[in-house]
Structure formats: C-alpha cells, structure tokens
C-alpha cells in the first residue's frame, strides 16, 4: 500500500459548515474556547473558569472570519467594542443556543495535521466527529443565559429577570 498524501484539518472546514448550517436554520450560533491556548485574543472578563462562550450570529459581530488558522471579528464587550481572534485549535464545541445542536471538537495536537491511520488486519472503527447536543452542563456554566458576544455588561453573576421583558421610559 502506498501512504496517504497529508491532508490539512478539517475543523476549520467542521466549523464553517456548522455555523453555516446553524444560521441556515435561523438559530443563534455559539462557540466554547479555551480561554487558555494561546493566540487566543477575548476580552478578560468575558472568560469564565478559563473558557468563553462567544456568540458568532450575524447581528451580534461584524467582519467576521472563520479562517483555516482563526476566527477573528468584532464584538461588543459590555457596550465597548472589541477585536476578537480565536485560533480554530482552541474551539472546542460550536452549538445553537436555542436547542443545543452543534458538535463538539476534539482537541488536535496543535500546528498538525490528523495523522493517518496505520493500516489493520481487521476493520476498525475510525472516531469521527458527529453532530450531537452540547451538554446542558457546558451550556448552563459558560453561558449564564446572556448573549457573551453581545453583552451589555450584566455579568454571569447577575441572573436574568424572568417574566415578560418590559421597557421602561427614562425621563
């Protein structure tokens, strides 16, 4: 047999598809980050036990990017505007906030391919990644029910008012 030629990562192609696919459907596309690798450039209190929830829907950033190498965009950060970039190695889910459907990434050794897989003598299931639900548990702690992309400065530590939402008219 004759060795596979290298093929470039495919999460960032995964990435693209999925918030593609979640903005199709009209749903509000989310991505968990590593606070914690490097390269990865977000606004200091937007992180929350080393990771950050940002939310990737058109209204909520502008000029953004999904590149091969990172994401990059602007955002609102308690009402101050920001630039953000997110190397694609540190995303580790992307999911709609509505209904949790996204995928989840595994991590890759960082600046390298997958590496091919040997061959075997008998038929060996390959791990793939698949759409799936984002755990309720990864959505409750890094999300806290705000709009992290497009926060107008109520912290997590706040919680959210429940009810019917109102105005109120300030004289």
Not at 58 to 65: S, Y
Not at 98 to 119: F, I, K, R, Y
Request: charged share 20%.
């Amino acid at each position: 047999m004759t060795d596979a030629p290298a093929m470039t990562p495919n999460r960032p192609y995964l990435l693209r598809a999925v918030h593609e696919w979640i903005c199709d459907n009209g749903l509000t596309p989310y991505i968990v980050v590593d606070a914690g690798k490097p390269g990865v450039e977000v606004p200091p209190q937007a992180i929350n036990e080393g990771k950050v929830v940002l939310n990737l829907a058109p209204r909520a950033v502008a000029r953004l990017e999904i590149g091969n190498d990172a994401i990059t965009f602007m955002a609102r950060f308690g009402g101050v505007s920001h630039a953000v970039s997110v190397p694609v190695a540190a995303v580790q889910a992307i999911y709609a906030r509505e209904n949790g459907q996204g995928m989840l990434l595994a991590d890759d050794a960082p600046g390298t391919a997958p590496a091919a897989q040997p061959p075997v003598a008998s038929p060996a299931r390959t791990t793939t990644p698949a759409l799936q639900s984002v755990p309720a548990s990864t959505q409750d702690s890094s999300m806290s029910g705000e709009d992290p992309a497009a926060s107008d400065g109520a912290g997590p530590d706040k919680p959210r008012p429940k009810g019917k939402p109102s105005l109120h008219v300030v004289k």
